[in-house]
């Protein structure tokens, strides 16, 4: 079955940095558009980022353009999102998402679709 499992959250200071990873298995990664979703204490899902299968578009929320990167390797089955310039709002819990629907790459996946999770938490 799907299996999506995120790593590399952490306890980091506003400015900071982190990668998340997100390992993938029990379908062809390679052919899927991936996303990006994180959720904040008490508020709904958020669509962060997405990737094309072949890593050629992307698109951002602009809440993160020019601060976060996604990228994949599709010979490792794996999606990245690095994180520069983090502040307290971009705390939450980040989920990587299969995409099965590329015509609406900003939308958030159904739930179905999402790793469990690593906490990302910016604060002094």
């Known amino acids: 079955q799907v299996q999506l499992v995120e790593s590399g959250g952490g306890l980091v200071q506003p400015g900071g940095s982190l990668r998340l990873s997100c390992a993938a298995s029990?379908?062809?990664?390679?052919?899927?558009?991936m996303s990006w979703v994180r959720q904040a204490p008490g508020k709904g899902p958020e669509w962060v980022s997405t990737?094309?299968?072949?890593?050629?578009?992307?698109w951002y929320a602009d809440s993160v353009k020019g601060r976060f990167t996604i990228s994949r390797d599709n010979a490792k089955n794996t999606l990245y999102l690095q994180m520069i310039s983090l502040k307290p709002e971009d705390t939450g819990l980040y989920y990587c998402?299969?995409?099965?629907?590329?015509?609406?790459?900003?939308?958030?996946?159904?739930?179905?679709?999402w790793g469990q999770g690593t906490q990302v938490t910016v604060s002094e």
């Open positions: 990737m094309s299968a072949s890593g050629g578009s992307t």
């Open positions: 998402a299969r995409n099965r629907n590329s015509y609406r790459p900003r939308a958030v996946p159904p739930r179905d679709d």
């Open positions: 029990g379908f062809t990664f390679s052919t899927y558009y």
